[in-house]
């Protein structure tokens, strides 16, 4: 097997192309069997868990029972180890198909129910208010990381030609051709363009993204300042109670006595003066002309 050449990136894009053709077919059929024998409410609540249920066979009936897959077998490509001198084995192409269908539809899925148990207002239980409020504010960012992070690997495979897909960059699964093809110079060239214009995109999107974050932390850290300053600022306005004007209940402007010797602000008083001519508090009768203002008492 060392005489076989690697596969190149064009064969191994129309191989997913075409496999992924073949599952969507089968997602189809099996979706319309579900919908005639169960129902079209099993089908809407299962639907997700249908396709992968969908693509474990399809992948199950090729890639696990050591077969190619009918998009592999169209470009005439063949799965083999790190070594290239062997097909993988049997736990490797199981962690494969694990990897490649289980994880991203567990990872969304957990995401998802997290997400919606924050948005309505339940907490996790081992966490604070503070953090959870923070967690949920964070986990669209996870989202657009990891699509970044899947980004970031085609733009690697557009420029070496290895692992289109994550899941065979972790299981070490790498493709050889069977039958040996003129590769086109200019059709390699073209994909390690497209290669550095993914990276120059990814790069500009990631500068995007980091002033985006900074202008974030920066408004939660003003809006957490200006927060601790009203605290602060409520805390400071507590009056001391000889100082405190019994109708507006804040610190007394232009101390003014009536004859009954309650104080209040001139303000106050006066306007109370015009419906009800007497003091708020002891109920003791008075004319307007009767209030006595105390000069430098507010100094104190």
Known sequence: MATFQSAGQAE???????????????????????QSLIGTRFWARWRKELDVVSDVLYFGLTTIAGFQTLGEEYVNILQVDGTKRAVPSLQRRIALVALHIGAPYLLDKTLARLLFHLEAGYRLSHLS????????????????ALTFVNRVHMAVFYLRGLFYHIAKRFSGVNYIQVRRTAVSQALQKSFHIL????????????????????????????????????????????????????????????????????????????????????????????QASRLVRLQNYDRR
């Open 12 to 34: 191994i894009i129309r191989s997913s192309q075409k496999d992924e053709a073949y599952q969507t077919q089968l997602r189809g059929s099996i979706h319309d069997v579900v």
């Open 129 to 144: 208010e503070e953090a959870n409020n923070r967690l949920r504010l964070w986990l669209p960012s996870v989202r657009r």
């Open 195 to 286: 290669g550095w214009l993914s990276g120059i995109q990814l790069s500009v999107s990631l500068l995007w993204h980091a002033l985006q974050l900074r202008k974030m932390v920066i408004y939660q850290s003003s809006e957490a300042t200006e927060e601790k300053e009203r605290s602060v600022t409520l805390d400071t306005q507590v009056v001391d109670p000889r100082w405190r004007c019994s109708l507006c209940l804040e610190r007394r402007q232009h101390t003014t006595c009536p004859p009954c010797g309650h104080l209040y602000c001139w303000g106050c008083i006066m306007e109370w003066c015009r419906t009800k001519p007497e003091c708020p508090i002891c109920r003791d009768g008075f």
